[in-house]
T-cell receptor, first 110, second 118 residues
Framework: KQEVTQIPAALSVPEGENLVLNCSFT??????LQWFRQDPGKGLTSLLLIQSSQREQTSGRLNASLDKSSGRSTLYIAASQPGDSATYLCAVTNFNKFYFGSGTKLNVKP | GAVVSQHPSWVICKSGTSVKIECRSL??????MFWYRQFPKQSLMLMAT?????????EQGVEKDKFLINHASLTLSTLTVTSAHPEDSSFYIC??????????????FGPGTRLTVL
């Protein structure tokens, strides 16, 4: 069974810092990996989707990488802002099913 | 991008009553939809896969008689929590798979429904 782990569970940084969130998974046979943002009491906002054949995806200040062989992905956030404060979830898919990590709660202090 | 809506966004009900939650794909057809549950400070757990025109597939440990799923059309799936109890209080999120998406297995998530059972 696929298991997804996210480290750290929580992170607090001052505004302007660059930061890295980590995601690891146990089964490398994945279709894709997706990073989401979840604000308190809200649904999921998709940030980046990396297909299994890709190594990375970029959107604005966000960059996500994928290393299937080692079962790892990182989400890099450049020049963090208070508005980036949220919980970040990574999820891997094996065919139809999504397997979510427990998330990293990010707090960016002004 | 594709949009998935949920209704209601929040609901409060008395213990023992049933609650229906709707999940709609607004601008695409979804033969498969998924229902997740999220307890406070925890991640999303897949409850069941909803297939249009056929029975839903439930994950291990999820009671199919308690969580009734109907996927009557290509744009609508419903989750009914029957005889709800306080322990069913949770955040329920659906997702839908867009078969025409060029990205393998790309799914779009609804905004969630907060259920509180008194």
């Amino acid at each position: 069974k696929q298991e997804v782990t996210q480290i750290p569970a929580a992170l607090s940084v001052p505004e302007g810092e660059n930061l890295v969130l980590n995601c690891s998974f146990t089964d490398s046979a994945i279709y894709n990996l997706q990073w989401f943002r979840q604000d308190p009491g809200k649904g999921l906002t998709s940030l980046l989707l990396i297909q299994s054949s890709q190594r990375e995806q970029t959107s604005g200040r966000l960059n996500a990488s994928l290393d299937k062989s080692s079962g790892r992905s990182t989400l890099y956030i450049a020049a963090s802002q208070p508005g980036d404060s949220a919980t970040y979830l990574c999820a891997v898919t094996n065919f139809n099913k999504f397997y979510f990590g427990s998330g990293t709660k990010l707090n960016v202090k002004p | 991008g594709a949009v998935v809506s949920q209704h209601p966004s929040w609901v409060i009900c008395k213990s023992g009553t049933s609650v229906k939650i709707e999940c709609r794909s607004l601008d695409f057809q979804a033969t498969t939809m998924f229902w997740y549950r999220q307890f406070p400070k925890q991640s999303l757990m897949l409850m069941a896969t909803s297939n249009e025109g056929s029975k839903a597939t439930y994950e291990q440990g999820v009671e199919k008689d308690k969580f009734l799923i109907n996927h009557a059309s290509l744009t609508l799936s419903t989750l009914t929590v029957t005889s709800a109890h306080p322990e069913d209080s949770s955040f329920y999120i659906c997702s839908a798979r867009d078969l025409e998406s060029p990205k393998t297995n790309e799914q779009f998530f609804g905004p969630g429904t907060r259920l509180t059972v008194l």
